[in-house]
């Protein structure tokens, strides 16, 4: 399973494939910022996106918002601390999979990767 994993905080990147490294298969791809993950998303295909709503350049809303215009139908699941309702609400209307507030858990993360990705995640 190919993973992209967006966001600035580097502590973030490192915990998240932490929880991610018991899973069978999984390569994941780290970008530092918005635009740099836009970037990627335009060159190579990934079965998911694990994004930050606060980023540098491109924020994650806005990355969202930009590979749904483009017809990338990859699933888009939203991490972070952005819990306010209105939040959550433009978020799903700009097109995310799902949504996990930060901090997380491992089993959280992975419950939605199974649903979102099914047969491709074995732990």
Known sequence: MKILLADDDRLVRTLVKVSLEPIEGVKITEARDGDEAWDLLRREPFDVVLLDWLMPGRSGLKLVRDARA?????????????AKRERV?????????DYLIKPFDAGALWSKLVKLCGQKVQV
């Open 70 to 82: 483009a017809g990338l139908d990859t699933p888009i699941i939203m991490l972070t601390a952005e």
């Open 89 to 97: 609400i433009a978020a799903i209307q700009a097109g995310i999979s």
